[in-house]
C-alpha cells in the first residue's frame, strides 16, 4: 500500500502544470451517470423510475433537465444477482446541483429501498446546492439526511464519491455506512477560496479534501481507488459480503476450501518472540476461505486491520491488532475504527472474529488530551453491545486493559481461545519485575542477572494462557496450525444464537 501511495504522490507530481493539464488529469477515468449504472449493475437488469420529474422552478434552466429527470438518475436492479436501489447524479445536466424535485427523487429511492428491504447506493457527483431553487434546495438536503437516519442501521447504505462532493452534501455520505472515493473526487465542507479568505491557508482541492486525504488522514473514506471502474468494482465486491438488511443474514457461498485445512504456516509467520513485528494481514489470509480478504479503512488507523471474509462459506467481520504499526497498540483513532466497524457487523448480523496480539493503549499527552478513555470506551460499548457470535484468538500478546475491551469474556464474548506462547498479564514481564521487584534487583549483587532470573521466573508463572484457560477466561489453548478448523467449529455452534429483540437494533452512527 505504501508504493501505491508512493505511486499516486509521484504522478500528481509530474502531472502538467498548464490549467487545460490539470483539467485534463482531473476528468481522467471519469463516466457519465448512465455509464456509471451499467458498470455497477447486471447487464440490462437496471430500472429506473421517475424519468420525467421536472425541476419545480423549470424557468430558471435550459430545458435540458426535463429530458433527465432533474439531473439524478433512480431505479433499481441487480448486483450479483441480488436486489439493490440506486440514485446516480448526472454532472452533466446543471453540474449535478440538487433541487428540491432531485431531492425528492432521491429520498423517494431510498424510502423504496426501506421498504422492500434493499441496499442502496448513491453515486455522488454534482456541484452543490442548486443557487436557482434557494431554500428549497437546502430542504431537500435536509430530508435526504433524514432517510440516511432512517435507513441507518435497517439496509445498508453505500456512498460513492467520483466528483465534487462540498458543503452541507458531505453529511448525507458521513450518514452511511461505507464511504468509497476515487482519486479524482473531493469532499469538503469549505472551499479552498474560502478557507484562504477566512483562514489565510493556501490549500489545493486535493490537499484540502482529496480521495487520498480522506483515506489516510480523516478517515471519511473507507476505499479509495483509481478510477470510476476500479471503485465500482470494489462496490460490487462489499455487496458480497452485506445482508440485503438487518432481519436477513449475509449471503452464504458454498465453500471450496477445506473446513478441515491445518495450517502450519502460522508457527512461521508470527515469531515467538513479542518484540518482533509481522503483518497480521497474512494470518488473516491464511486462516479465512480460499485467501481472500475484503479489507475496510485499509489507509487509515493501519495499527487495526478490520474487513469482510469467509471461514467455511459463512461471511465474517475481522478485527485484528497490526503489530507493524505502533506495535499493534490502540489509539484514538484504532479505537474508533474498530467501533465503527464491529457496529455495522452487530447491525447486518455478521460474526466477529477477533484476532489479539496487543501490548495495551498508545500512551502519551496526545492520546489524552485528544480523549482516548473517551474513545476508547466507545469500542468497549460496541464489543460489549453487539450479539451476533463473538470469537477471539490471541495470537501473542494481550496486555492490561487491552485485553479487557478486545471481545473478552468480560464483554460477552463466546468462545475465547489462544496460542500456546500467548501472553496474558497486566503487562510484560520486563515491566512487572520492574515495578515489583526493584528494590531485589537494584540491591542484587549483579542486577541485571537478576533482573534477567526474575522476568524469566515471572514468565513462566504468570506469563501465559494456562492461567487464565485455568480461571476460565479462554475455553482452550489451541496449536496455531489448528486456528482455522477451530474457528469453523466454533462459528457453526454460535450461528445458532439469536439475540435480536427488535426490527431495528440501532443506527450506525457517525464516526
Known amino acids: 500500500m505504501e508504493r501505491y501511495i508512493d505511486d499516486l504522490l509521484a ?36 430500472n429506473e423510475i421517475d424519468t420525467l420529474v421536472v425541476p419545480r422552478y423549470e424557468r430558471y434552466m435550459d430545458g435540458r433537465s426535463s429530458r433527465y429527470g432533474d439531473g439524478v438518475i433512480t431505479g433499481y436492479g441487480q448486483i450479483n444477482g441480488r436486489r439493490v436501489f440506486a440514485a446516480a ?11 428540491e424535485m432531485h431531492a425528492n427523487k432521491i429520498v423517494k429511492a431510498m424510502q423504496m429501498a426501506i421498504k ?22 437546502l430542504g431537500g438536503y435536509a430530508r435526504i439526511f433524514d432517510a440516511n437516519c432512517e435507513a441507518s442501521g435497517v439496509i445498508p447504505q453505500i456512498s460513492v464519491i ?3 462532493c462540498a458543503g ?10 461505507f464511504v468509497f472515493m476515487t482519486e479524482n473526487s ?7 477560496n474560502v478557507v484562504k479568505a477566512v483562514m489565510q491557508e493556501d490549500v489545493t482541492l486535493e490537499e484540502l479534501g482529496g480521495g487520498l486525504i480522506h483515506s489516510t488522514e480523516s478517515g471519511v473514506s473507507h476505499f479509495l481507488a483509481r478510477d470510476d471502474q476500479e471503485c465500482l468494482a470494489q462496490v460490487r465486491a462489499l455487496l458480497s459480503y452485506l445482508p440485503p438488511n438487518n432481519l436477513d443474514d449475509p449471503p452464504y457461498l458454498p465453500p471450496v476450501d477445506d473446513p478441515d485445512r491445518r495450517c502450519p504456516e502460522l508457527e512461521q509467520l508470527v515469531p515467538i518472540d513479542p518484540h518482533k513485528p509481522y503483518d497480521v494481514r497474512q494470518v488473516i489470509a491464511s486462516i479465512v476461505d480460499d485467501g481472500r480478504f475484503l479489507e475496510v479503512h485499509q489507509l487509515w488507523a493501519e495499527n487495526m486491520v478490520v474487513g469482510f471474509a469467509r471461514l467455511n462459506g459463512w461471511v465474517v467481520g475481522l478485527v485484528a491488532n497490526q503489530p507493524m504499526v505502533l506495535a499493534g497498540t490502540i489509539d484514538i483513532k484504532a479505537s474508533i475504527k474498530a467501533a465503527h466497524f464491529i457496529r455495522i457487523c452487530d447491525a447486518y448480523n455478521i460474526p466477529l472474529v477477533t484476532l489479539q496480539d496487543v501490548p495495551g493503549f498508545l500512551p502519551g499527552t496526545h492520546q489524552e488530551y485528544g ?14 453491545e453487539a450479539t451476533v457470535p463473538k470469537l477471539m484468538v490471541i495470537l501473542r500478546k494481550s496486555y492490561g486493559g487491552a485485553y479487557c475491551v478486545m471481545s473478552s469474556k468480560g464483554l460477552r ?8 506462547n500467548a501472553e496474558i498479564a497486566v503487562m510484560g514481564a520486563e515491566g512487572a519485575v520492574n515495578v515489583l521487584f526493584r528494590k531485589e534487583v537494584s540491591e542484587a549483587p549483579d542486577p541485571e542477572a537478576k533482573r534477567a532470573e526474575l522476568v524469566d521466573e515471572y514468565q513462566t508463572q504468570f506469563n501465559n494462557p494456562y492461567i487464565a484457560a485455568g480461571r476460565g477466561l479462554i475455553d482452550d489453548v489451541i496449536a496455531p496450525r489448528d486456528t482455522r478448523r477451530v474457528l469453523i467449529r466454533a462459528l457453526e455452534l454460535t450461528l445458532s444464537k439469536r439475540e435480536r429483540h427488535l426490527p431495528k437494533k440501532h443506527g450506525i452512527s457517525p464516526m
Open 11 to 46: 504522478r500528481r507530481k509530474t502531472a502538467a502544470g498548464t490549467a487545460k493539464d490539470a483539467e485534463r488529469q482531473h476528468q481522467k477515468g471519469r463516466l457519465s451517470a448512465r455509464e456509471r449504472i451499467d458498470l455497477l449493475f447486471d447487464p440490462d437488469s437496471f
Open 116 to 137: 422492500y428491504g434493499c441496499p442502496f447506493i448513491a453515486l455522488n457527483d454534482s456541484g452543490g446546492a442548486r443557487i436557482q431553487e434557494g431554500v428549497d434546495s
Open 371 to 384: 480523549g482516548i478513555i473517551r474513545n476508547g470506551a466507545r469500542m468497549i460499548y460496541a464489543y460489549s
Open 162 to 164: 467520483l466528483g465534487p
Open 186 to 192: 473531493y469532499m469538503f465542507i469549505t472551499g479552498p
Open 89 to 99: 447524479q448526472d454532472a452533466g445536466v446543471m453540474g449535478g446541483s440538487l433541487g
Open 413 to 420: 464474548g463466546d468462545l475465547l481461545y489462544a496460542w500456546p
Open 168 to 177: 452541507g452534501a458531505v453529511y448525507s455520505p458521513a450518514l452511511t455506512d
